[in-house]
């Protein structure tokens, strides 16, 4: 039973395990070396799989996007603006119109203007609804008062 070994160089040689130890010159470099023991493969133990191991990956959250605003040219040409860019000047890339950037012209910023406008006014209305209903109330209670002292003045 012959087995391969290399010699300090690399170069493949084959021995037999008794010759392990012994001095040898490799026949392809010349180089003097000892013979190393044969080296046993043991058979690999099969593969375990845990199957509650933990699955890799976890819990990816998706990365946050930069917040872009879309702030439209003088002539309407909406430009994604990072906030960085915010208060510069620029151009167009469409009509060349220099103008400024500006939170407050953005698309977003006057969506959310308008959001906030509905908001204030259902607030407004959701009040003026309530005062209504008072005003009702009162009403109510004064023709109900009303009648009683007319029915009271009666007898
Ligand atoms: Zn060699
Ligand atoms: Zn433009």
Not at 124 to 153: D, E, F, N, P, T
Request: proline residues 12%; charged residues 15%; hydrophobic residues 40%.
């Amino acid at each position: 039973m012959s087995f391969q070994f290399e010699c300090p160089n690399g170069h493949l040689l084959e021995g037999t395990p008794d010759q392990a130890g012994q001095q040898c010159h490799c026949p392809t470099c010349g180089m003097l070396f000892l013979i190393p023991e044969p080296v046993v493969e043991a058979p690999s133990p099969p593969g375990i799989v845990f199957p509650g191991a933990p699955a890799a990956g976890g819990n990816p959250l998706a990365p946050q996007g930069p917040e872009l605003l879309h702030i439209p040219c003088p002539n309407g040409h909406e430009l994604e603006t990072p906030p960085e860019m915010l208060d510069q000047d620029v151009l167009c890339p469409q009509c060349q119109a220099q103008f400024t950037l500006r939170r407050k012209n953005s698309v977003e910023f006057k969506r959310q203007q308008e959001e906030l406008e509905m908001i204030r006014m259902a607030k407004l209305s959701k009040a003026w609804l309530q005062g209504a209903i008072v005003a009702v109330v009162l009403i109510v209670i004064g023709l109900g008062a009303l009648i009683a002292i007319r029915i009271a003045s009666r007898n």
